[in-house]
């Protein structure tokens, strides 16, 4: 057992993951894993120098089996006398409100809890329990779906809350990190030393569910290649992604130096390369210029753009111009390359009639609208401020995008105001603001994408049905 602690307290130090008076929050989520790290680290407390508290999110996805999660990682606080910091969020809800899978939204609110609890001052660190497993697992599912040496490099051992992206991050200082103490640690030897010490934990189903992607690369594909491949085939991808990130570091640096010397402008919505300048560094740089600069633009580029704007930076080749995600376009022009937003075609009126109950599938807005039948105090998987009144609306509703004169009655405020107005105040322009949808009900606006529903029309009575209205994007 004092071997895996000694393992785990070389790695701490040779990754540099913790300094003497750090506050550490050790997630918990009540599997072999995480209280393997909690275990770990209270036996390395004293020879870090470190405080320790626990943190556990509920994602509210197993019902009972949750709570329970919850009320054991709660007891194991108390047992061994450390600060206790929970919170819980509604990851299925949280998939269907921001159209994420189910596991990228459980994630996404896990980290949002993460960098909340960060700003707390008691907190300069949070310990996360991936193993080398986990590093495995993620390199393979990187490789199969297409990655260069910066996917191939994984999960890092120590990832920085940088300012820069504040807005997301909610402006943690740069010195605040989420380190991963068990990075190099097999999994099978966390479950040895637990029973080693006749400590239980918590077993999730749904790691076994083979509907997941990572599930059937960790109990499918990955023993497949131990027994007939390599039966270090975990280790060697571990390794695999340690040389990325030696190799993404030295590459970052490189094209550091190297982007003001090629970049010729830049702005929100354009930027021109240097066509020459750009030509005359080997292809490995190329591509990272390329992609650094679309990304500092704030989109990213497949390794099909790519290729596709280094041909364009070939003097006298076709095309003139590529196509690029999300609106964008590469142009050979005089001066280089230039990135520019591409303009989109004008967008007709549409409009389409919405039953109550019903659904309607909108493709120039790209969503789709159901009117739900709900009980307020029965359905209250639903946000009651949206609940309308039915008795207020027409039998039949009709969806359509906004024009010029429709007014709409937000919450909180004395009286009706010009929808263009309202989304010139959020700063909906263009294209982007032509394709908002409204609902309507007789000639007045009941609904507006981005808006509560007017204080007027919600339902007053708890024993009625009201109306919720849901929109989903469509699948392209």
Known sequence: MRKLAEAVSGFISRENLLNSGDRVGLAVSGGADSVALLRLMLELRQELGVMLSIIHFNHKLRGNDSEADQNFVRELSREHQLEFVCESGNAARHAVD????????????????????????????????????????????????????????????????????????????????IVRPLLDVRRRDIELYLGGLGQSWREDKSNRDLRHSRNVVRHGILPRLERNLNPAVREALAETAEIARAEEEYWKAQVAQLMPKVLKSASSVSGILDRRILSAQPKAIQRRLIRAFAESLGFTLEFKHVARILQLASEGRNPQSVSL??????????????????????????????????????????????????????????????????????????????????????????????????????????????????????????????????????????KREAVIIQETKLLE
């Not at 707390?120 to 040496?149: C, M, P, S, Y």
């Not at 409009?351 to 659904?359: A, D, V």
């Open 325 to 462: 995600p999300r609106g964008w376009k590469a142009n050979q022009i005089a001066e280089g390359i230039r990135l520019q937003r591409s303009d989109t075609p004008p967008i007709s009126d549409y409009e389409y009639r919405l039953l109550i109950p019903g659904r309607i599938s909108v493709p120039e807005a790209g969503r789709s609208f159901e009117a739900v039948l709900v009980r307020p105090t029965v359905e209250s998987a639903y946000n009651l401020d949206d609940a309308i009144d039915p008795s207020l609306l027409a039998s039949e509703l009709r969806v359509r995008n906004w024009r010029p004169g429709d007014r709409f009655w937000p919450e909180h405020t004395k009286s009706p105001k010009k929808i263009k107005k309202l989304l010139q105040e959020r700063h909906v322009t263009g294209t982007d603001r032509k394709r908002v949808p409204v609902i309507v009900s007789g000639s007045e606006v009941i609904w507006v994408q981005g808006f509560s529903v007017p204080t007027a029309l919600r339902s007053r009575d708890p």
């Open 98 to 177: 921001k159209h994420l899978s189910l596991e990228a939204a459980a994630r996404e609110l896990r980290y949002e809890f993460f960098l909340a609890v960060l700003r707390d001052a008691r907190l300069n660190r949070i310990a996360t329990a991936h193993t080398q497993d986990d590093q495995a697992e993620t390199v393979l599912l990187k490789l199969v779906r297409g990655a260069g040496t910066r996917g191939l490099a994984g999960i890092y051992p120590k990832l920085a809350v940088e300012r820069s992206s504040a807005d997301e991050l909610h402006g943690v200082r740069l010195e605040k990190f």
